[in-house]
């Protein structure tokens, strides 16, 4: 359009020649401000979708972790009783058990976040170097070690209570083996 052309007029000339031609179904008529409000709406939805999923995400590893930890917890029942028949209590073997889990979460949340960095430090350099489109990226520290903080607290706080009831075993289990 010239400049200064009145849109809405415009607009209504465009439908209405669609619709003669019979192609008005298939077609739709929008202004550039219309389609560019389109695009970003679709871009913010899409990147809230990948926000969602990325709590989801995280969310699940937590559980994942929690479930693999109790696990490993479950199966030491035995060690645990003989250990209390050591002399130690419940609180003791508690606060062992929490602490090496801490050990092991700490340990994996930072391999994973240098790992993870370091992955998207490849993919970025693969699609600088085949598409020319790089993918940007900056270290958002307090982000990451909220994440790595959230992770860790939500997958003790799944395993502390089959590490109590675990620390609570019967020394007669240390028998059993």
């Known amino acids: 359009l010239k400049p200064g052309a009145n849109l809405a007029a415009a607009k209504r000339t465009v439908v209405g020649v669609l619709a003669a031609s019979g192609a008005g179904q298939a077609l739709r008529v929008q202004t550039a401000a219309q389609r560019i409000t389109e ?3 679709n871009a913010r939805q899409g990147l809230r979708s990948l926000s969602e999923i990325a709590r989801l995400l995280l969310l699940m590893t937590a559980l994942a972790l929690a479930g693999a930890l109790g696990t490993v917890i479950y199966q030491r029942r035995a ?9 130690f209590d419940r609180m003791q073997l ?9 050990t092991i979460l700490t340990i994996g949340c930072l391999d994973g976040a240098i790992l993870g960095l370091y992955g998207h430090a490849l993919a970025d350099r693969f699609l600088r170097l085949n598409t020319g489109f790089p993918a940007p990226f900056s270290v958002g520290e307090v982000q990451t070690f909220l994440t790595l903080l959230l992770l860790a607290g939500v997958s003790l706080a799944v395993i502390a209570w089959p590490g109590y009831s675990a620390a609570g075993v019967s020394t007669e289990a240390s028998f059993q083996e």
């Open 39 to 41: 695009f970003e709406n």
């Open 79 to 87: 060690r645990l009783a003989a250990l209390k028949a050591q002399g």
């Open 94 to 102: 508690w606060r062992s058990l929490l602490l090496e889990g801490a």
